[in-house]
């Protein structure tokens, strides 16, 4: 259906929009949902809907570049967005810092997994407590995988780093 609406109105962003949330919804294929979500922003380059939407495809491609190059210009105009779409921004920040973490935990450069998972904290801490949500702080939780990683390093100083992001994060868990 939304292929054949998009042949009849090929220049109307919020089908390629609709189509790509689709897509990425029913994890039919996310390559075809970042490029439904690309026409789409090329289409309508002011919707924050839209540019988060890429955002966040790019995120779960790993193109960690393009996410943050998408909410570094979003920064800008967020505050003029509705409460659930600056939860949605604030998400991706700090996923973005926690999936790079991720990749260089599992690649075994655990100096630069602490780095990305410092400045998550750092992120997450500059929040206002009303998008501290419980949502948020489950995903905190799932550092401790890496973070349990790190502790059995031979390096005493990243498991230092590592001893106080645990703790940092039951602490931030258990408000």
């Known amino acids: 259906q939304y292929e054949l609406a998009i042949l009849l109105a090929p220049n109307t962003a919020q089908l390629h929009y609709w189509f790509g949330k689709f897509l990425l919804h029913s994890e039919e294929n996310l390559e075809e949902a970042v490029e439904q979500f690309k026409k789409a922003r090329n289409l309508d380059m002011k ?18 570049d393009k996410t943050q190059d998408i909410i570094t210009e979003l920064s800008e105009v967020i505050s003029t967005a509705d409460d ?60 401790n995988y890496m973070l349990n990683k790190i502790l059995k390093s031979d390096q005493e100083d990243l498991k230092n780093r590592a001893t106080k992001m645990h703790d940092w994060i039951e602490a931030e868990c258990h408000n």
């Open 47 to 64: 919707s924050i809907d839209v540019s988060l939407a890429l955002a966040r495809g790019y995120l779960f491609q790993h193109e960690f």
């Open 84 to 143: 659930h779409l600056i939860k949605m921004y604030f998400d991706t920040e700090i996923q973005v810092l926690y999936r790079r973490a991720d990749d260089f935990s599992k690649s075994g450069d655990f100096q630069k997994s602490m780095d990305y998972l410092e400045g998550m904290r750092s992120k997450f801490q500059s929040l206002g407590g009303n998008h501290k949500d419980k949502h948020l702080r489950q995903k905190l939780i799932k550092c």
